[in-house]
């Protein structure tokens, strides 16, 4: 791997991790260069200052989001409602790994919304792709029978990832995946049963 990209590598891992943990606002970035022993220049050699880092770690956490809803969404070898749950429970299983830490979009959201116009934008846009892939899932969901055919599938997606993160702030305040695992099961259910 080139050394250039292994540094920027370095730095996003480290810094998605300590923004979960600590959020932006008390995230220093002293910290990051000592936790990832990088000198201060290469950091402002892949980063025009601390918000063009968070962009950056946003973007790659939602290029694992993708991949986390490529594996899921698109094995067609189960049904759309349970590749829909599949996604969320190994979004839980990740959850857990970090230590119930919550979703970086909505950690990032909930700080920083009421203060950054380009922060708010980046996490809807986040959010509405989310919904938008799930939606497509609930249509196909829809199409079987598996859901009642007057369903709005871009409200219920919507409304899916809204639930999860309320689900997952819970889960932060709480340590555990209960909420989580509630969340699911209420959803699933009705969706299923309308």
């Known amino acids: 791997m080139h050394p250039v990209h292994s540094t920027k590598q370095r730095?996003?891992?480290?810094?998605?991790a300590m923004l979960l943990k600590h959020g932006y606002h008390d995230l220093g970035i002293q910290a990051l260069l000592e936790a990832t022993q990088t000198p201060k220049g290469s950091f402002y050699h892949h980063f025009r200052d601390k918000e063009d880092f968070a962009l950056q770690?946003?973007?790659q956490y939602m290029q694992h989001v993708h991949a986390g809803l490529d594996a899921c969404l698109e094995d067609t070898g189960?049904?759309?409602l349970e590749r829909m749950r599949k996604f969320f429970e190994m979004t839980q299983q990740s959850y857990r790994r970090e230590g119930y830490m919550g979703c970086l979009l909505g950690g990032l959201g909930q700080?920083?919304?009421g203060v950054s116009e380009v922060f708010r934008r980046k996490?809807?846009?986040?959010?509405?792709?989310?919904?938008?892939?799930?939606?497509v899932c609930l249509e196909e969901a829809r199409d079987r029978g598996d859901i009642p055919a007057d369903s709005n599938t871009r409200r219920m997606a919507s409304l899916l990832v809204d639930c999860w993160?309320?689900?997952?702030?819970?889960?932060?305040?709480?340590?555990n995946?209960?909420?989580?695992?509630?969340?699911?099961?209420?959803?699933f259910q009705s969706a299923a049963s309308r």
């Not at 993160?165 to 340590?175: C, Q």
């Open 11 to 16: 730095l996003l891992d480290a810094g998605i």
């Open 57 to 59: 770690a946003v973007d």
């Open 78 to 80: 189960r049904p759309p």
């Open 111 to 113: 700080e920083l919304s």
């Open 123 to 135: 996490i809807e846009e986040c959010f509405s792709v989310i919904a938008r892939r799930m939606a």
């Open 165 to 175: 993160e309320g689900a997952a702030l819970r889960s932060r305040l709480r340590g």
């Open 177 to 187: 995946a209960t909420p989580l695992t509630a969340m699911l099961d209420f959803y």
